[in-house]
Every structure is written in structure tokens, then in C-alpha cells.
């Protein structure tokens, strides 16, 4: 039991998601807070920066205590990614190999204590190696405590270590390619035995996917067609990333509520982002239990009596 208690103490610990499209205040969980120093009255809740290959860049960053009793920090940078779950904003742990902005930025001391309600401002520098590729480069600045808060998890206990981060969007200077795709589209259908019975649904699935190195706020318009070009279902999709990282993809679905029970046809998702638009469809079969039985049994029944009616032809000729 002590095994699995650390194993899943280990896997737990460093998660950490940062959910969402970026919002007006830093990044904070009620405890302590990660934000961009800022000079003056302008406040900046996440980092925004440009450079060309090659370049250093200097800023810095500040924690925040909001509790009662010091705290201490592990700083590092990580790289930014989307969760293959619903596609949220999340970045690399600590002891992952981190390639990007993780790898190119560090701060001056990777720990830090903040007293209570306080606050503690660390320099920042990020080295945009000569071969960086152009585009976009995601990640953020972790506050990371580094103590082990338990959880009643059943039979088993388990920690966590809890992370804020302030988010880094660098954008390395020259060529962007905007490309986004829908691939691999598939339709799983429910219905009941007998038609008219209950409720039928659909459930379509697919992979969007950003094949571009600049981050894309993408659409998808979904569109189901029945026999003669019938419209059945057209709608845009809520249910998506708000921010699609470059050379990211996400399996999303997507319900179909009261998807005909009887039905040929063609369902087509198009995505769009930018100037790139791709489309992907996948054929709708929908036919009950019941009424293929029969068919069947009416084709089988058919079939006998053709190759009885056949036999007995050449039994006579």
C-alpha cells in the first residue's frame, strides 16, 4: 500500500493545468499568485514577448503570498501543451524534458520564500537559441510548492503538490504557417431495438489538429446530410479548444441528440482558423436492430427459394 501511496503521489504531484483562454489577472489559486513584474500602473497578467533567433531577452517575475505563514517555491520554466482530455492549456512538470521556452528560460534562483502576504520579484531570462524555429512558443513561469498535501483518495492516500504558473506566449520572428486540420472522423450510433420506441444518438469523434507553428483560436462547423442532400443537423461546435497550440491535436466529440434511426448519408466537419480551412467526413448508416434482422431474414428466405426454384429447373430440363 506504501508503494502505491508514492507511486501515485509521484504522478500526482507536479500536475498542472491552466485551463482556458487567458484571462485580465495573473494566475492565482487562492493561496499565491504568478504575474510578470510590472513598472507603473500597467498591470500584465502573462507574458507576452517577441524576439528574433539569436536574441536574450530580461524581464521578471513576481510571487505572491496570500496566506498567513511563509511559503516556499521551486521556480522553473516549462513548455506549454494541450490536454489530449478537452484540449486545456497545460504545461510540462517539472522533471519532464522540456524543449522550447521551458529549455531557453530561467530565473536567477529556482527557489524562493515569500513571507506571509508578501511578495518576492525574480529576474527572468529567456535565450532564443540561433536555430529556433519561427512561430510561436508557449509555456509559463511555475511557482511550484514543493511540500505534499494529502488527499483522502478511498482506500489509498495520496499528495499532491500544487503549481501556479504565469503564462508565456513568445513568438520567434519570421515565417508563420496557419494550418489547422480535421482527421480521422469516426460516428458511433445508439439506437433502440425497435424503431420508434425510444431515443436514438449519435456520437461523432475527431482530431483536430493545429499542423501550423502559430497558436489558432479554431471553429468547427459540423453537417450531417441524409439521403437526396437532406440537411439533418448543422451546427458550430462549442465544445473546443479556445487557444490550439502549434503542432498540437486533441480527440474531441461531439453528441447527437435524436440522430434519425433510419438514415443514409454523409456527416462533414470543417475547421477553420485563420486563413486555413480544412474539411473531413466520415458515410451515417443508421438502420434498427429489428428491421435489419428482418431484412436479413427476408433476403436469406429469398435467396433459398431462388436457388430451390433453380435446382428443381435443372432437375426437370
Known amino acids: 500500500m506504501r508503494k502505491l501511496s508514492v507511486l501515485l503521489s509521484s504522478l500526482l504531484s507536479t500536475a498542472l493545468l491552466l485551463l482556458g483562454a487567458p484571462t485580465a489577472g495573473a494566475a492565482d489559486n487562492g493561496s499565491w499568485s504568478v504575474f510578470p513584474a510590472t513598472a507603473g500602473s500597467g498591470a500584465r497578467p ?8 539569436g536574441a536574450t531577452l530580461t524581464d521578471k517575475v513576481t510571487v505572491t503570498n496570500k496566506t498567513g505563514t511563509p511559503l516556499t517555491f521551486r521556480l522553473y ?3 506549454a501543451y494541450n490536454t489530449a482530455r478537452d484540449g486545456g492549456f497545460a504545461v510540462r512538470a ?3 524534458k522540456q524543449r522550447s521556452v521551458g ?6 534562483r529556482d527557489r524562493v520564500t515569500v513571507k ?3 511578495s518576492v520579484t525574480v529576474p527572468v531570462t529567456i535565450e532564443v537559441p540561433e536555430d529556433a524555429e519561427p512561430g510561436d512558443h508557449p509555456g509559463a513561469l511555475v511557482a511550484l510548492d514543493e ?3 494529502p488527499a483522502d483518495a478511498g482506500a489509498v492516500a495520496v499528495g499532491i503538490r500544487k503549481a501556479v504558473g504565469a503564462r508565456i506566449y513568445l513568438r520567434v520572428n519570421g515565417p508563420t504557417m496557419p494550418a489547422i486540420s480535421v482527421e480521422d472522423v469516426k460516428v458511433e450510433h445508439t439506437q433502440p431495438l425497435v424503431p420508434g420506441t425510444g431515443k436514438s444518438r449519435a456520437v461523432i469523434s475527431y482530431t483536430l489538429h493545429n499542423r501550423g507553428n502559430v497558436t489558432l483560436s479554431p471553429k468547427v462547423a459540423l453537417k450531417a446530410e441524409g439521403l437526396f442532400g437532406r440537411t439533418l443537423l448543422a451546427r458550430d461546435l462549442k465544445r473546443i479548444p479556445s487557444e490550439l497550440l502549434p503542432r498540437q491535436q486533441v480527440r474531441l466529440t461531439e453528441e447527437w441528440k435524436g440522430a434519425p434511426q433510419v438514415e443514409w448519408g454523409e456527416i462533414k466537419l ?5 486563413d486555413s480551412r480544412e474539411s473531413a467526413a466520415v458515410s451515417y448508416f443508421a438502420l434498427p436492430w429489428l428491421v435489419a434482422g428482418a431484412l436479413l431474414v427476408v433476403l436469406a428466405g429469398g435467396a433459398a427459394l431462388w436457388v430451390r426454384a ?4 435443372r432437375s426437370t430440363a
Open 147 to 149: 511540500r505534499i498535501d
Open 77 to 79: 520554466a516549462a513548455d
Open 103 to 108: 529549455a531557453w528560460a530561467r530565473t536567477d
Open 310 to 313: 433453380r435446382r428443381k429447373r
Open 94 to 96: 517539472l522533471d519532464e
Open 46 to 53: 502573462y507574458f507576452y514577448l517577441s524576439a528574433d533567433p
Open 116 to 118: 506571509p502576504h508578501g
Open 270 to 274: 470543417t475547421a477553420s482558423a485563420r
